[in-house]
């Protein structure tokens, strides 16, 4: 295992070199992907992995696609979705444009699970989906809207149980063990690089989704986020996170109202 | 012999939940360390593990959330679909990453980290199981100065884990229930 100290130099050293700022990472997560990419890709030691990733642009951008975690699933929570189907959209619903962020969207399965839902609720049409993260290959995936066939069968279950009453196989096309999901679904929605480490606010959102992507973060930088959030919503409009995330002890949480027992907030100031 | 124990760190798989559950009761209270539990768990049942454990102890069982502190004295519960790790400065972290050994949360990944964090200050305790989940974390915990236990095979309701484990991770304890109590009541100072 490498050192933490070894960790340090691999933070301040990408830095130096790529401008990727991970020193607002969460260490012991952080630390367990760059140690698992080292022995992945069989190095003896730190050094000769620094030097690969400080020489070799093309071996550092696939570092950072291992080193971030991008697993993620279609109605993730299923329960979570239920509540967005039947508490929170009916409320964006009167509004006569409704725009959306899901912020570290990875390979988009919640975004296209977002698309199926405002469809039912026919408000698609008049949605704008903006889907963004880190790494740019992870959003390739998702621009495509093709994921392994083999978890249609759990997606299927994880729709039905959010309130989902069709026959989850219309939405997509199924070939050589690949789920290719309909560009009815993707039109509206715009996919790009953000990082919410260094990046800004570049719209005003109704409903911003972030799920499991602050326990990435050290406190210092979830509040960074969660106030550039705060910055991104219209007033009343609304920030999810994941099931075991909170605004609780962040400076924002006096503007922001707690959606019954949901990891929902609405924005009151 | 044993000085500064912060955290007892418990993981098991197939019939560990019936050991929770004779062990814990029995505990009462705890003052100088705080009862980690990593368990595998189907993502559906959620907050049912918490409920039962609650009811059958008197230590508090305090809600896991991400960065929350780890304070001596309570039991947390590593949540169903997360990996469960520990940070430097004795908060609790979260990661959704791949499952290790089939399993989210991962024996292994939750021992490796607080071996990690806390070095000779933490105890490691396997119960039952039906696979391989727990080895590797009890070797690491042992390489970095802590203190190993597995409950004893012919007891495990699930003989596959502690066997691996004892064959292994040459653990300083094998202990039956009974001797699990008796010695997490002997650390307790």
Known sequence: ?????????????????????????????????????????????????????????????????????????????????????????????????????????STGEEVYSMAIMLREANLLHKSLIYATDINNVVLNVARKGVFPLRMMKQYSENYMVSGGNKDFSEYYTANYGLAKFGEDLSEKMVFSQHNLV??????????????????????????RALGLFDSSLARLGYLALGTKESIKYSSIQNKFRQFEKEKIWKKIK | ????????????????????????????????????????????EDTNLEDLIALKTTIPVKDVEDKIMLSPGFIYIAPSDYHLLFEKNNLLALDTSEKINHSRPSIDVSFESAADAFGSDLVGILLSGANADGTEGLIAIKKAHGITVVQQPQTAEMAFMPENAVRYANPDYVLDVAGILEFMVSIDK
Request: aromatic residues 14%; proline residues 3%; glycine residues 4%.
């Open chain 1, 1 to 105: 295992m490498i050192t933490d100290q070894e960790l340090e130099v691999f933070i301040n050293e990408v830095y130096e070199h790529f401008g990727f700022d991970f020193s607002g990472y969460s260490r012991a997560s952080f630390k367990r992907r760059v140690d698992r990419m080292m022995q992945m890709d069989g190095f003896p030691n730190f050094h000769e992995f620094l030097l690969k990733v400080l020489s070799d642009s093309v071996y550092f951008t696939h570092t950072v696609e291992e080193i971030t975690v991008n697993v993620t699933e279609m109605f993730r929570d299923p329960m979570f979705y239920k509540v967005l189907r039947t508490e929170i959209l009916p409320i964006l619903a009167t509004k006569p444009f409704i725009r959306f962020w899901h912020a570290g969207c």
């Open chain 1, 198 to 223: 260094s990046d800004g606010s570049f719209n005003e959102f109704d409903l911003i989704l972030c799920r499991n992507v602050l326990i990435y973060f050290d406190k210092d930088l979830q509040e």
């Open chain 2, 1 to 44: 012999m044993i000085s500064s124990t912060k955290v007892v760190i418990i993981g098991g798989s197939a019939g560990s939940l019936d050991v929770l559950l004779q062990l814990l009761p029995k505990l009462h209270r705890i003052h100088s360390f705080a009862i980690v539990i990593v368990v595998h768990r189907k993502s559906a």
